[in-house]
């Protein structure tokens, strides 16, 4: 089996090459936008900004498995650089979904909590009416909608507050910050479930492995869209409390500093967040036999990590 992971210099991308476990399921091929893996090495170029790249290295793979953790994540400059975001997000989503319909591939692909606009009061089930309310979230709502209609096997994976001990996330933001403030200002008024990286390649894994297992003809009944997020939530001034918490206890600051809960109207951003983005995360547990933990476990496993030196502040 060949497996090509796009996105290897990402966040998600980077998990998935240092936990090593795609490597030992087939034959894997890893891809970045310029060619150049975080470690130095070469890899194969595939930007998903430019459509030839990706298509030509299909068609030289020939990938039986093709997980996409490349996008355009920049959410509020997503608001002024549209196309961009469209063509990565969507556009280029639905070529690969082309593609594996076309050659019988299977396609695992990550969306966001940003496709709901954030006025519900329980968890969104993955058939809730979608309604983004910024130029992100309706581009990974197109790439969603594309890949569903190519008609390729795919598993879709929506998630959530996405971190790790690396690249550019809010737990790494606030430690930076910690380290050099007395007190930071955090909004209390929007509500996730903050979800590691490490989860998110264990859930993917659980699903792919499950995928494999099953006979063809009963692989269309797990196919479609997942929620796969941690448990619980949180709103972002109870990560931040979390996150210096752990990183007191673990020797990585020295003392936390004071946390001002303020309101999403304090913090004026480029584009609009969803105040609530708790996802209904059952239905993953339930087909794929992986039982997601809460968000505070999966943190304290990232906190270890920075702990140990894995990776630097």
Known sequence: M???LLGANGQLGRNFMEEGSLAKRGELCAASRDGCCYDGSRIARAD????DTVS???DQLQ?????NTAAYTAV?????EEALAMRINATAVGLLGQWAQAHGACVLHYSSDYIFNGTANTPYAVDATTAPLGVYGHSKLLGEMALR?????HILLRTSWVYAPHGHNFLLTMLRMGSARDALRVVTDQYGAPTSTALIVAGTLAALDT???AAPNQRRALEGTHHLVASGYTNWHGFAGAIFKGA???GLLPRAPRLEAIHSADYPTGAQRPAWSVLDNTGFTVRFGYALPNWQLALDGVLDALALGHDRI
């Open 149 to 153: 209609e190519s008609g390729a096997h």
């Open 2 to 4: 060949k497996i090509l």
């Open 76 to 80: 509020d400059r997503a608001q002024q």
């Open 48 to 51: 998903l900004a430019s459509p």
């Open 211 to 213: 995928w494999l297992a």
């Open 248 to 250: 007191v206890k673990r």
């Open 63 to 67: 990938p039986d498995v093709i997980v």
């Open 56 to 58: 030509d290295l299909l």
